[in-house]
Structure formats: C-alpha cells, structure tokens
C-alpha cells in the first residue's frame, strides 16, 4: 500500500470525528481506527501489505496464516484488517525491511515499488 498507517484506539468512541480513515473496528472495549498518517505523522507508524491482489472466497483457508504465520515466526508484529476480498497486514514501520524479507523468504512475492528506498 503506498500509505503510512496509524493504529488508534477510542476507548468511548462508537465512531470518529471525521471521515479520514480506512478501517473502523466496533468492540466492547472501545473503537479501533486505522488511518493514513502519510506523508507525516507522530507515534507508531505501520506499513500496510495489502494480503492478496486477487479476490478470494471467504472459505479459502489458510491465506491469512500463510503471511502471519512467517511474521509470527520472526516476531514481527503485525495489525490486520480484513476485506471481503483480502487482507490488509500492518507491520511496524521501523520492521518493514525484515517483513519483506521474511515474506520473500516464505516464498511470496511483495510488491516494494511503492515503498521508499530508505524503508526496504
């Protein structure tokens, strides 16, 4: 994904203020938003791997596990937000050039031209 994400947490909110986010997570504990922070921001930044460049069924197993499970494995953290079609796998910003690599090496094929030079 050519965007910087952040991960929000709204303890008391049921939804945001504004219209600038791209994934909306509604659970007891509070609201969960994911928004661009490109191409500033402070706190934690996290890339976005956009998990499939085709649309899969819902009941097609495995295709999360198979990119989570490498990160796991490396102790990449990761922060997901599903589609109908796909997945969208957040990894620290600062852990980027290790994801890749650990993905690469798992045997999937990432797309890095949207990426700056300096993070892969």
Same mark, same amino acid.
């Given at each position: 994904?050519?965007? *910087?994400?952040?991960?929000?947490?709204?303890?008391?909110?049921?939804?945001?203020?504004?219209?600038?986010?791209?994934?909306?997570?509604?659970?007891?504990?509070?609201?969960?938003? *994911?928004?661009?922070?490109?191409?500033?921001?402070?706190?934690?930044?996290?890339?976005?791997?956009?998990?499939?460049?085709? @649309?899969?069924?819902?009941?097609?197993?495995?295709?999360?596990?198979?990119?989570?499970?490498?990160?796991?494995?490396? @102790?990449?953290? *990761?922060?997901? #937000?599903?589609?109908?079609? #796909?997945?969208?796998?957040? *990894?620290?910003?600062?852990?980027?050039?290790? @994801?890749?690599?650990?993905?690469?090496?798992?045997?999937?094929?990432?797309?890095?031209?949207?990426?700056?030079?300096?993070?892969?």
């Amino acid at each position: 994904m050519p965007s *910087v994400f952040a991960v929000e947490h709204l303890p008391h909110a049921t939804f945001p203020e504004d219209d600038e986010w791209i994934a909306l997570v509604r659970a007891p504990e509070g609201l969960t938003v *994911v928004r661009e922070t490109w191409p500033t921001g402070s706190g934690d930044r996290w890339i976005g791997l956009y998990g499939g460049t085709t @649309a899969h069924s819902l009941d097609v197993p495995g295709m999360l596990a198979a990119i989570v499970g490498p990160l796991a494995e490396a @102790a990449i953290p *990761v922060f997901v #937000a599903s589609t109908f079609h #796909a997945d969208l796998v957040l *990894v620290p910003e600062p852990r980027v050039k290790e @994801a890749v690599a650990v993905l690469e090496d798992a045997g999937h094929r990432v797309d890095t031209t949207h990426l700056r030079s300096a993070d892969i």
